[in-house]
């Protein structure tokens, strides 16, 4: 089964990128782990769906692992969403290995329905160790995306220029005329 990621952001780290499977179309919030099959395309999209199945009990472990990150981002360093993004992380161990192709880690679950979330919540481990000020949301009112601001000065406010950047200066522009 092919299905094509209806999303308008994508691309981001994990972390984020999970964020992003919640969006608004024309005023409407979209949720692409509304159901399996929405869960099978962004597993697809990350080359997890060898590794995880899309079935309801991981949709349900992804789901709560986004609510524990969405916590997190809107209130860093929040002693219950910390604790709740800990809490996800406690269902996988990292297990360090040798094999034939040399040294390397696996992760183990006892639970591999928590694979999915557990994997966006360690990514995101990687970005508060690496850039944790450029974790962003765009600046649009009306948008809830998220990115990484890779820009040079870290100035980037807007998920799409194309987009939201111009709603934005159309709305000011709106704005102002309606004054005069
Ligand atoms: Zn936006």
Redesign the pocket.
Known sequence: MTVTDPRPLTGEPLSLDLLNTRWMSDGEPRDLLADTEGLAVWLAAHGLDGRFASDGATLDRTRTAREALKALVDRPGDPDATARVDAVLEHGRIRAELTAEGPGERVEFAEPAWGPGWTAARDYLDLLRTAPDRIRI?A?EA?I?HFLDTSRNGTRR???MA??GNRAKASRHYARTKDQ
Do not use: G
């Open positions: 765009c649009h948008c995306l807007w998920h799409s987009t939201c």
